[in-house]
């Protein structure tokens, strides 16, 4: 049985569809799971990350984990006992959905700091190991629903800077493949998508998913972290704002790992745009 944790997120979700598609055995748990989150028939449990007792009876019987990093809450897990729970029911594989920020923000708490414990503990745990570190994800553009769908309108700063933003059902077909083949344990993976998007684009890419014109306005940088100051710390903005503005070249390089391990190449922005449009009417 494959445990996945984060079942409800971008990644987990498509996941679980994905393993439950390939026939695996599947139970998948998040702090607020119901049955309206998976698929017919699949074990679903309520567990929360940050109290690993809580998963003790999630991971009976498993023998391989897909462990999500804890998000926003990240600096409140206890990986070393959540990996002890997982050696005691069974799990002999574990694949952390980690982040490229361990190796490009490594002076970042947010960004690489807290992924860095995580990963440190997994490749300590004795068990095999798989750790992906994706980029950014193309589905941060959800951010931008409310105002396309009312205004035809997309804001953000640094609208000609690229980034090669990651399809999280590619972050899950990876996960999955991992989860199963034989060939992965001791790898880490860095998860990109195909080209470099810029903000720019990735607005053009809705309007033509839309089939009319989204009209892009850029922000200046103070606005932008301004706004973003609502909802993240100001840290982690300012980490974010650097990322989008000023990347390194190693966060604008497209790897060759999702594409190798998918036996296909990842997904454009603009596939990820079409398959979501109707967020964005």
């Known amino acids: 049985m494959i445990v996945v944790t984060g079942a409800t997120g971008n990644v987990g979700r498509s996941l679980v569809r994905i393993l439950v598609a390939d026939g695996e055995r599947v139970s998948a748990t998040s702090r607020g ?8 028939g699949v074990s679903h449990r309520r567990a929360d990350l940050t109290d690993a007792e809580t998963l003790r009876p999630v991971l009976d019987g498993a023998d391989a984990l897909f462990l999500q990093n804890g998000g926003a809450d990240a600096h409140l897990l206890d990986p070393g006992h959540i990996l002890d729970v997982a050696k005691a029911g069974g799990v002999e594989r574990v694949v952390l959905l980690s982040s490229q920020g361990v190796a490009t923000r490594p002076e970042s708490a947010s960004h690489g700091g807290l992924g860095r414990v995580l990963e440190d503990a997994v490749r300590q745990s004795g068990l095999d190991w ?3 570190r994706p980029g950014g994800f193309a589905s941060n553009a959800f951010a931008w629903a409310e105002s396309v769908r009312t205004r035809r309108a997309v804001a953000a700063p640094f609208g000609d800077v ?8 590619d972050i899950a077909g990876v996960a999955a493949a991992t989860l199963r083949e034989p060939d992965h344990p001791g790898q880490t993976y860095e998860l990109t998508g195909p080209a470099l998007s810029t903000p720019r684009q990735r607005a053009q890419d809705l309007g033509e998913a839309l089939g ?8 200046r940088p103070d606005e932008a972290r301004a706004q973003m100051l609502r909802f993240m710390p100001g840290p982690v903005v300012d980490t974010t704002l650097s990322i989008v503005g000023e990347p390194t070249p190693a966060e604008q390089r497209v790897s060759p790992d ?8 990842p997904r454009p922005f603009a596939e990820w745009a079409r398959r979501h449009v109707a967020a964005f009417r």
Not at 258 to 265: F, M, N, Y
């Open 33 to 40: 799971i119901s049955a309206a989150d998976v698929p017919e």
């Open 130 to 132: 798989v750790i992906l």
């Open 162 to 169: 690229g980034l090669p933003v990651i399809d999280p059902e």
């Open 212 to 219: 009319e014109p989204v009209r892009f306005v850029e922000q």
């Open 258 to 265: 999702a594409e190798r391990i998918l036996g296909r190449a």
